[in-house]
């Protein structure tokens, strides 16, 4: 009998291996310091290992509740109370995800049908808009405005129409790394206020801002809470991104649907991991101590780029660093983003993702990211290579 694969036609036809995939094995290929892909190459706390071992050890290994441990979303809700001034309710309003990427793509297929439209920010995390077209919607790209990377709400406000199902916004922001402001937060609120607009508030980086700069949750803006799911990260928080551990806040009523396609898209997440983490959770001085120590690490890569011709951009939060190339002393400046990283990686040896990858049409303005949640013997190494730029 002959073999015969039937034909596929592709939900997702504009989407191949993702940038950090290809940068990362081409880092690995080169022996490059890697300082593309957004992932600590430190360890986490001892304690938080020991908690999870602990709870393996107590029999916690089979499935827990479909929306997460309760001692996790109550440790959760205690959270979110404490730092952002709004009280959800564990039983009916959190739900632990298998990261913070799930989440955003159990939101949008539990709200987003046929043709609706949701507006994208960009530049945006890669996974947003094949979540879009995955749930048949129509994603609509919006810029932030380029150089500074600040919302521009009278775009946003024209972007808005009777078809227009949701918005995902990102602070502090992947990948320009800067930080919405108070002003920035009663703007969209006011906006969305007249609309039946849903709000996707991605939040991952919430411990990482620095002074003068404070993270402002859509938790703490009455009129943007009722209408959010607000997405975080215990991954970034806790220097564990390869546990895949999310968490959603959302009003009940939002919850229920979103809990509706969590039980059949992962159905559960993790049960030692959820365990550890709401023991470890006990102590709040890991996520308070944070902005210090990765803006110890800002400061050290910054100090040294600046003995490059690398223009730095501010970094607000989140753990990136962007740099405009333009006024490098090498030919290879004047090459697209994506090629000079290319270069970058294979000649210079650090590895850096181009600020190109994160928007629809490849807009190019000479600014590349790279990521300084590394040991600080990477960083040093990482700057030995780039100070002859």
């Known amino acids: 009998m002959t073999e015969h694969t039937p034909s596929l036609q592709t939900k997702l036809p504009k989407v191949g291996t993702t940038i950090f995939t290809v940068m990362s094995a081409l880092a690995a290929e080169k022996g490059a310091v890697n300082l593309g892909q957004g992932f600590p190459d430190f360890d986490c706390d001892p304690r938080l290992i020991q908690a999870v071992t602990d709870a393996m050890q107590r029999g916690h290994n089979q499935y827990p509740p479909m929306p997460g441990v309760p001692a996790l979303r109550e440790a959760v809700a205690a959270k979110v109370q404490a730092l952002y001034g709004r009280a959800y309710q564990p039983a009916t309003e959190i739900t632990i995800t298998a990261g913070a990427t799930q989440a955003i793509l159990t939101a949008i297929l539990a709200v987003v049908r046929a043709g609706d439209e949701v507006i994208v920010l960009e530049p945006c995390y890669d996974s ?208 697209p983003e994506a090629e000079f990283c290319q270069w970058l990686t294979s000649e210079i040896g650090v590895a850096a993702i181009p600020l190109s990858a994160f928007y629809g049409d490849g807009f190019d303005q000479k600014v590349i990211r790279f990521c300084y949640a590394k040991k600080d013997e990477t960083l040093r190494a990482a700057l030995s290579r780039l100070e002859r730029l």
Not at 298 to 312: I, P, V, Y
Request: hydrophobic share 45%; glycine share 4%.
């Open 128 to 335: 947003y808009v094949p979540n879009i077209e995955l749930a048949g919607g129509v994603a609509v790209p919006v810029p932030l405005t380029p150089g500074t990377f600040r919302p521009d709400f009278d775009k946003i406000t024209a972007a808005l129409t009777p078809r227009t199902r949701a918005i995902i916004v990102n602070s502090p922001h992947n990948p320009s790394a800067t930080v919405w402001t108070d002003a920035d937060m009663r703007k969209l609120q006011e906006i969305l206020a007249p609309t039946e607009v849903l709000l996707i508030s991605d939040e991952v980086y919430e411990h990482m801002v620095y002074a003068p700069n404070q993270h402002l949750s859509a938790a703490s803006y009455p009129g943007l809470a009722a209408r959010a799911f607000i997405v975080s990260s215990f991954g970034k928080t806790y220097h564990v991104t390869g546990w895949k551990v999310g968490t959603v806040c959302a009003p009940a009523a939002m919850t229920a649907e979103f809990r509706k396609v969590h039980q059949f898209n992962v159905f559960t997440v993790n049960t030692p991991m959820q365990h550890g983490l709401a023991a470890y959770m006990a102590d709040p001085a890991p996520y308070h101590e944070l902005p210090a120590f990765y803006a110890a690490k800002r400061d050290l890569f910054r100090a040294g780029l600046e003995k490059t011709r690398f223009r730095l951009l501010p970094s607000e939060g989140s753990y990136f660093q962007c740099v405009d190339i333009s006024a490098l002393a090498v030919p290879e400046r004047d090459l």
